[in-house]
C-alpha cells in the first residue's frame, strides 16, 4: 500500500501570525522561506536553495558593509523597515563611491507577527532591491519568542566595487572645500516621529528613503577626484555628520543656516517638538565634500538627477585647531552646531 | 513658516542691533537677565549676542524647569519608579537629568523600572486608564506654564473616579526665583547682584500675567520687560530695557503683547488655586531653599499626590562643592568662571544644573557658544 500524499497547506498570509515553528528549522520554517521571502525577493540565487550564494566579481577594490535596522514604528510615511534595510545599506557602500552589487538579509522576528505585515516587508524589500537592481541573494530568518523583539528586526550586508583610482576617506577634507547636501534635511526624521505612539500628528511629509548609488555614479563622474568624501547623515543627522568628518579630517566647518533646505513642514514640525532638523535623521540624502574647482560641475551633475534636484553648497572647510562646526544663523548671529548629548528628546516648554 | 519666520527675520535684527548700538551710553555696562529658558535657548540658538554691542551683556536664569529640580527630587522620583507596580510617567527632557551618585530616569529604566516618556500629562492619563493594575505617578515638573496642565489632569482623574493615577508635584513659582536673584546668596554671601533688568518670562506671563512683576520695579528699581521666545522679541526688549535703563525708569513693559494680557489667564489661574496650595519652602538646584516658592495638592486631592499616597521622603543630597551654578544664575559669574565648565562638566556629564538642559546658562554656552570662548576662533572669525 502507497502512502498518500500529503497536501501541502499554503500559509494563511492574511490572518496568519508568526510562531516559534516557523523558526525551528522544520517544515515551517521552510515554507514561510518559500512563501514570503522567496516569493517576494524572487531571484536564481536563491531559488537554488543554498546556504550561500556565489558570484564572480573581476579583481578591483571591493566594500563591504552591514547595518541593523529596529525602526518603530515598522510602517511609515514614505517607506517601512523593509525599504529602510535595503536602501540603507545599499547608501552605506554607495558613499565610498562604489556601485553596490548584492545585499544579504537576515530577519530576527517576534512570536506574533502577523505574516501581513511580514509579507508586507518582504514585498517592500523585494521591490526596493529590484528598484536599485541590487538583489538580495541570502539570507536567514529566526524567530524569537514574544516581548524578546519588537515585532521584527532585520540586518542586511551588502557588497559593491569601487571605481578605478578612487579613494573617498573621511580624513581627505581640506580647508576651502565645499559642503554640499543633496537635499531637503530632516525629512526621514519627521516622518517617522509623526506616527510614534503618543505622538501623532498629521503631516503630509514623507521619509525621503531611496537608493543613492545613482546619484553617486553621476556626482563621481562629473567631479572625480575633486570629492573628498561622502557620508549620508542617517542617526545624528546632519550635525553628526559634519562633526564626524571635522574630527576625522581635523578641520571645522562653517555653515550658512539660510543655504540649507529645509521643507517648511520639517521645519515647522521640529518647531513644535523643540527639535533642531540638523540633528534629525535623513534615509535618501549625502553630505559631500569636494574641492572648490569641482563644486560648479558637481552641483550641476547632481542638480540634473531626480535625487539631488534640491542641492546645494551649504558651506566650507575652515582651518580649525577647535574642530568646530559653526553656522551663521538666519537671523545673523553665529553657534556652534555640536553632537547631541544623547537621544533627542523634546523639550519641555 | 508663516507667523514664525517674520520673527526671526535678519534684516529687522539688524535694524533693531543697529538702534541698540546707537542707543547704548559706551561709559557703562548693561547686564540684564533672562530668566526663561526659551529666552536663553533663542539667544543662543539664533547667535543674538553678536548683534549686541560689548557692553550689552546678557546673563542666563534661572527659568530652565529641569535645571532648578534638585538632586533630592531626582532621587524621589527614582525610588518612586523602583516601588512595587509603578509606573511613571515623565517629559523627555528630564530622562538625563543626573540624580545622586549618576543615577538618572534613562538608568532607573534601563535597570528595569517603568518609566515612559509622555508629551502631556493626558498620555498619562491615558496610561492609567488603560492599565488599571499599574500605579500612574506622572512627574509633574516647571513653572507657571505647565502647572495648569498639572491641575486638569488632577481633576479630570478626580471626575473619571481613577484610583491609580498620581502626581509626584515639583511645581515652582516664577517671582519667588526673581525675588532670590536680587536677594543674592543669604547670609555670609558677599556677592554683588550686578543685574540692572529683566526679560520677562514669555509663556509664564501668558498665565500670570503683568502684575506680579511690579514690585521688582517698583520696590528693587529693575525694569522688566515681558518678551516672546522669538529673537527678535528677545532683541526688541533689549532695546526697551536699555531706553529705560537710560531713562532712569524702571517699569514693567510687555514686549509680548500678541500673547500677554495684563492680568493673564483667569481660568489657568483658577485651576492652578482649586488644586494646589503654596508648600512652605522648596530646594532649588543652585538657588538653595527659597520660601512659598513651589506647589503641592491640596489636602482635598490628598489621594492623587503620590508623595502621600507612597509615603515618599527626601533626603538631601549635595551638589558637587565645587559647582559654580548659584553663582551664574545670580549673574555673579559667567560659565567660564567655573573650573568645573567644559572639564569634568560638559552636557555629556553634567555636574551642575545649568549644564543639564539645553536651556540652562552652561549647556547654552557650551553647546551654541563655546567657540565665542576660544582666541583661535575669535581670531579667525576678525579675519573673516
Request: one cysteine or more.
Amino acid at each position: 500500500m502507497s502512502l498518500a500524499k500529503p497536501i501541502r497547506r499554503k500559509l494563511d498570509l492574511a490572518n496568519g501570525r508568526v510562531d516559534l515553528s516557523h523558526g525551528a528549522g522544520g517544515r515551517a520554517m521552510g515554507r514561510l522561506i518559500e512563501d514570503v521571502f522567496l516569493a517576494a525577493f524572487d531571484n536564481a540565487w536563491l531559488a537554488a536553495g543554498n546556504d550561500q550564494s556565489a558570484f564572480e566579481v573581476a579583481a578591483c577594490r571591493m566594500v563591504m558593509t552591514t547595518d541593523a535596522y529596529v525602526v518603530s514604528p515598522i510602517f511609515f510615511p514614505g517607506g517601512d523597515i523593509g525599504t529602510l534595510a535595503v536602501n540603507g545599506t545599499i547608501n552605506d557602500i554607495a558613499m565610498a563611491g562604489a556601485r553596490p552589487l548584492y545585499l544579504s538579509a537576515s530577519f530576527v522576528l517576534e512570536e506574533g507577527l502577523p505574516l501581513a505585515d511580514l509579507v508586507r516587508v518582504a514585498r517592500s524589500m523585494g521591490e526596493a532591491s529590484r528598484a536599485a537592481g541590487v538583489p538580495i541573494i541570502t539570507g536567514d530568518t529566526k524567530v524569537v519568542e514574544r516581548g524578546k523583539a519588537d515585532k521584527i528586526f532585520i540586518s542586511t550586508a551588502g557588497v559593491g566595487v569601487t571605481p578605478p583610482g578612487l579613494a573617498l576617506s573621511s580624513d581627505a577634507v581640506q580647508p576651502g572645500d565645499a559642503v554640499v547636501v543633496s537635499g531637503t534635511i530632516g525629512d526621514h526624521g519627521v516622518a517617522v516621529m509623526s506616527k510614534r505612539e503618543n505622538l501623532e500628528f498629521e503631516t503630509a511629509i514623507l521619509s525621503d528613503c531611496a537608493p543613492l548609488h545613482g546619484l553617486v555614479a553621476d556626482m563621481v563622474a562629473a567631479a572625480g577626484p575633486g570629492l573628498r568624501v561622502m557620508r549620508d547623515p542617517t542617526r545624528g543627522g546632519l550635525a553628526a555628520t559634519l562633526n564626524e568628518l571635522a574630527n576625522q579630517s581635523g578641520v571645522g566647518f562653517t555653515l550658512e543656516e539660510d543655504a540649507i533646505p529645509v521643507r517648511a513642514e520639517v521645519a515647522a514640525a521640529c518647531e513644535f517638538l523643540g527639535l533642531d532638523p540638523l540633528n534629525v535623521a535623513n534615509e535618501g540624502k549625502l553630505v559631500a565634500i569636494v574641492a572648490p574647482d569641482r563644486l560648479e560641475p558637481l552641483l550641476a551633475a547632481m542638480r540634473a538627477h531626480p535625487l539631488g534636484a534640491r542641492a546645494a553648497m551649504i558651506g566650507r572647510a575652515v582651518e580649525d585647531p577647535d574642530r568646530f562646526v559653526e553656522m551663521r544663523t538666519v537671523f545673523g548671529g553665529g553657534r556652534i552646531v555640536d553632537w547631541l548629548a544623547g537621544e533627542q528628546l523634546p523639550r519641555i516648554c | 513658516m508663516k507667523y514664525v519666520d517674520e520673527y526671526r527675520d535678519g534684516a529687522l535684527a539688524r535694524s533693531i542691533a543697529a538702534a541698540i548700538a546707537r542707543e547704548v551710553r559706551p561709559d557703562r555696562v548693561y547686564r540684564l537677565m533672562e530668566f526663561c529658558g526659551g529666552h536663553t535657548h533663542a539667544i543662543s540658538r539664533y547667535g543674538l549676542e553678536d548683534l549686541l554691542p560689548a557692553n550689552v551683556r546678557l546673563i542666563h536664569g534661572p527659568g530652565c524647569p529641569v535645571c532648578v529640580l534638585p538632586m533630592a527630587r531626582l532621587d524621589m522620583a527614582i525610588a518612586c519608579a523602583g516601588l512595587p507596580a509603578v509606573t511613571l510617567c515623565a517629559y523627555g527632557d528630564l530622562m538625563r537629568v543626573p540624580g545622586s551618585n549618576g543615577s538618572s530616569l534613562l538608568k532607573a529604566k534601563a535597570a528595569g523600572a517603568d518609566i515612559r516618556m509622555v508629551y502631556s500629562t493626558l498620555d498619562a492619563l491615558r496610561i492609567a486608564e488603560a492599565e488599571p493594575a499599574r500605579e500612574v505617578v506622572f512627574f509633574a515638573v516647571g513653572f507657571e506654564t505647565t502647572t495648569p496642565a498639572t491641575a486638569l489632569a488632577v481633576r479630570a482623574a478626580e471626575r473619571q473616579a481613577l484610583g491609580n493615577f498620581s502626581v509626584l508635584c515639583n511645581h515652582v513659582m516664577t517671582p519667588p526665583a526673581m525675588r532670590a536673584i536680587l536677594d543674592g546668596g543669604g547670609e555670609g554671601d558677599e556677592t554683588p547682584v550686578l543685574i540692572e533688568g529683566f526679560i520677562g518670562p514669555a509663556h509664564v506671563s501668558t498665565v500670570i500675567g503683568v502684575e506680579p512683576y511690579r514690585p521688582f520695579a517698583r520696590d528693587d528699581g529693575k525694569p522688566v520687560v515681558i518678551a516672546g521666545f522669538e529673537p527678535l522679541d528677545v532683541a526688541q526688549a533689549i532695546l526697551m530695557l536699555v531706553r529705560q535703563i537710560n531713562d532712569g525708569r524702571a517699569e514693567v513693559e510687555n514686549q509680548y503683547i500678541r500673547a500677554v494680557t495684563p492680568s493673564g489667564n483667569a481660568r489657568a489661574q483658577a485651576e492652578i488655586a482649586a488644586v494646589f496650595e503654596t508648600r512652605e519652602a522648596f530646594e532649588w538646584r543652585g538657588l538653595g531653599s527659597l520660601p512659598a516658592s513651589a506647589l503641592r495638592l491640596r489636602p482635598a486631592f490628598a489621594r492623587y499626590d503620590a508623595e502621600r499616597r507612597f509615603g515618599l521622603a527626601e533626603t538631601p543630597a549635595a551638589d558637587n562643592p565645587a559647582c559654580e551654578c548659584g553663582a551664574i544664575l545670580r549673574g555673579a559669574k559667567t560659565p567660564r568662571e567655573c573650573r568645573l565648565f567644559g572639564t569634568v562638566c560638559t552636557p555629556d556629564t553634567p555636574m551642575g544644573s545649568c549644564m543639564v538642559s539645553p536651556e540652562g546658562a552652561c549647556a547654552a554656552r557650551w553647546t551654541y557658544g563655546r567657540f565665542r570662548d576660544n582666541a583661535a576662533a575669535a581670531r579667525r572669525k576678525e579675519i573673516a
